[in-house]
């Protein structure tokens, strides 16, 4: 049976994928990673786990919760192998759920060799650009570490970890260049409250994650102005058509970007209470220095990082992207962002 493109893995009626028995590790601590956790281990039975702080690690083994983020997720730790050894983590796993902050991924991995990658099915989580090779993750794993693109898919929204963490329903999509290899994971992820559905659109589908971050930093600015949610709307549908400009442009292929792997996962960023790129936006619109903004934030905001990175691809690829230049130019260039917001407006459709 096969899974069409964008079709739910809950529309295949009585036909289930038989899940294979496939050893997973998840590498990162933070709350992503919990809720990834939480999700796989509604399927699997046993689940390799690397989080940097041994702290951490004698917390989870002694209460059963992650003690920094969704400390509500309950987990059965007989079911968990616990390391702060990432090379260990990566060589007795099958599958590698990424989930580590696009900022700090080449520094986890610098113990790494590309033999440790070999026959490793990679799946990304990360919502970002690695900085040092201005790379989404797909490319970094293909160009840096020599992992056959066929071996790399990543997980997108639109969803947040808060909300799987309280167990309200969620949708996620599996990119994967290959149909079987999307079939296999996405038996991975579903469960009661996670409904999967698949794309070919690795690239593509990678770079809108990226973008919608940087988009959710602009709406958050906004409200941080005093703007409302009349111009909101009219922000967030053009930032889909402004990132469907550089979506063509990077990987040109058929796609529909008001699916849930696009539109949807821009919505949710830019308008939730859980996103931290809208707060940290917020904070910036209401007077905050970006200095100060990262130091009263606990966890990081991808789109601050990706902004840098995402304009050097823009200006190489010749895009006109509006809404995008004012937040680079907010964040990267000191420019005032009440005045800012002012110019964008005449710009929009």
């Known amino acids: 049976m096969k899974l069409k493109p964008g079709q739910n893995q809950s529309e295949c009626g009585s036909e289930k ?65 616990l390391n702060n050894n990432i090379r260990e983590v990566i ?68 969803c947040h970890a808060e909300e799987v963490a309280l167990e309200r329903l969620s949708y996620l999509t599996a990119a994967f260049m290959q149909e079987e290899k999307a079939i296999e994971f996405t038996s991975f992820l579903k469960c009661r409250y996670i ?25 958050g600015i906004c409200h941080g102005l005093g703007y409302g949610d009349n111009f909101q709307a009219v922000l967030v549908s053009n930032a889909i058509r402004e990132a469907e400009f550089l979506l063509d442009k990077v990987s040109p292929k058929h796609r529909d970007v008001k699916s849930s792997a696009y539109l949807g996962d821009l919505l949710v960023t830019c308008y939730s209470q859980f996103s931290r790129n809208r707060t940290f936006g917020n904070m ?16 990081v905001a991808e789109g601050y990082y990706a902004t840098k990175c995402i304009e050097e691809i823009r200006q190489a690829h010749v895009v006109e992207m509006p809404i995008f230049q004012a937040v680079h130019d907010i964040l990267y260039q000191g420019k005032n962002a009440k005045r800012t917001m002012i110019g964008l407006q005449d710009k929009l459709i």
Request: aromatic residues 10%; proline residues 3%; negative net charge.
């Open 195 to 219: 409904n999967v559905s698949y794309n070919n659109d690795l690239i593509g589908t990678e770079y809108c994650a990226v973008l919608k971050n940087v988009y959710a930093i602009g709406a």
């Open 284 to 299: 910036i619109g209401k007077g905050y220095s970006v200095k100060n903004t990262m130091m009263e934030m606990n966890m």
């Open 17 to 81: 994928t038989e899940m294979k028995t496939r050893t997973i590790g998840i590498l990162g601590g933070g709350s992503w990673a919990t809720a990834l956790s939480k999700i796989l281990l509604n399927n699997v039975e046993h689940l390799n786990w690397w989080m940097r702080d041994e702290a951490s690690i004698e917390h989870v083994r002694e209460f059963h919760h992650n003690p920094k983020y969704l400390r509500d997720v309950e987990f059965n730790v007989s079911k968990l192998s």
């Open 91 to 158: 060589a007795q796993s099958e599958v590698l759920v990424v989930a580590i902050p696009s900022a700090f991924l080449h520094d986890a991995l610098k113990d790494c060799g590309k033999d440790d990658f070999k026959g490793k099915l990679i799946v990304s989580a990360i919502k970002g650009i690695i900085p040092q090779f201005n790379l989404v993750p797909a490319d970094y794993f293909s160009q840096h570490w020599d992992v056959d693109i066929n071996d790399i898919g990543i997980i997108a929204g639109p």
